[in-house]
């Protein structure tokens, strides 16, 4: 899924404002949206002339600035959230705006973090690029910018009030370095691995690891089916093993660590629960617990419903025969 809307800054501030809020509309109605409709239009036809008012500062101070490109309300599916803006110049900058706020909310700011951290893990065309979140609180007043501090690709937070946002892209676009492809940049395959709780419950339903995700590894079903190899060798030896399974964020080490629990317990592996599967995230526990348990309940219902319909196909059959 594209951005509901994409375009150069000089043609995005030629149009007239009703014209991209119509384009707003009509995407958000096609991806299924019905609630918070008249909030949310509310909401661009504030933002889209006071953003267009920046892209136009820049446009008018900036050699070349015209070229970069505008995004808005990019979706993130595993956030189940969409970007309001990014502006692709020479960086990827990542805008959070919060229209008519006059303070800045720390939710907020790990909100706009959030975005950046997952763009760069599962976003192709955001991959090894800097990327740098800024809440935007249109009443506020701005704050100094400081030098950012990249840490795996990801720039701390920038703040920017009521002036302030095309100053501070400015000044994080670099000159003379090459601009990034607006149109690439947003067809970029992203592809994020399932949560657990979706991970588990599908595996325990009987599909592969590869059927849930395009994740980065190719090697997930042969990384569990190795990892089950050495817990075998290590009970028949009597010996023990530590093993380390390494992998880029989204390469699928969570799904490989499930699959390796499921498969030694289908195998025969595991004996009298001595395999477990871990985590410190307790509330994750009781809701994986829960969500497994009305799993196999579905499951099992599935199949006495099968087993009641192939009972009636095999009655009706007699009945039709005689």
């Known amino acids: 899924m594209t951005a509901y809307y994409r375009s150069s800054f000089a043609d995005f501030i030629r149009q007239e404002p009703q014209t991209v809020i119509g384009q707003l509309q009509i995407k958000y109605a096609e991806d299924g949206f019905a609630q918070n409709y008249l909030a949310q239009t509310r909401a661009w036809a504030e933002l889209v002339p006071l953003l267009q008012t920046e892209v136009q500062t820049l446009v008018n101070n900036v050699a070349g600035a015209g070229n970069w490109a505008i995004l808005l309300e990019f979706p993130l599916y595993r956030l189940q959230r969409r970007v309001d803006i990014v502006a692709l110049t020479t960086s990827i900058v990542v805008i959070e705006a919060k229209v008519g706020e006059d303070r800045y909310?720390?939710?907020?700011e790990r909100q706009v973090e959030e975005y950046c951290l997952d763009l760069r893990d599962f976003h192709e065309g955001s991959r090894g690029k800097a990327l740098f979140p800024v809440l935007w609180a249109t009443h506020a007043s701005t704050q100094e910018y400081q030098s950012p501090t990249l840490t795996d690709f990801v720039a701390s937070v920038y703040r920017v009030g009521t002036t302030g946002l095309a100053r501070l892209i400015a000044a994080i676009s670099k000159p003379g370095e090459p601009i990034i492809n607006s149109r690439e940049w947003d067809v970029s395959r992203y592809h994020p691995v399932p949560s657990v709780i979706q991970a588990a419950t599908s595996i325990f339903a009987g599909h592969d690891v590869r059927q849930m995700a395009q994740a980065d590894a190719?090697?997930?079903?042969?990384a569990a089916l190795h990892i089950v190899d050495l817990i075998a060798w290590a009970r028949q030896t009597?010996?023990?093993?530590?093993?380390?399974?390494?992998?880029?964020?989204?390469?699928?080490?969570?799904?490989a660590g499930l699959q390796a629990v499921h498969d030694a317990i289908a195998t025969g592996d595991e004996q009298q629960g001595d395999i477990v599967y871990l985590s410190g995230n307790t509330p994750l526990v009781t809701v994986l617990r829960e969500a497994l348990a009305r799993s196999e309940y579905r499951g099992t219902a599935s199949k006495r419903k099968q087993k009641l319909c192939m009972m009636f196909d095999a009655q009706f059959e007699r009945e039709s025969s005689t």
């Open 238 to 255: 009597n010996k023990r093993a530590l093993i380390f399974l390494t992998g880029v964020p989204g390469s699928g080490k969570t799904l």
């Open 105 to 108: 909310v720390a939710s907020d």
């Open 218 to 222: 190719s090697n997930l079903r042969e």
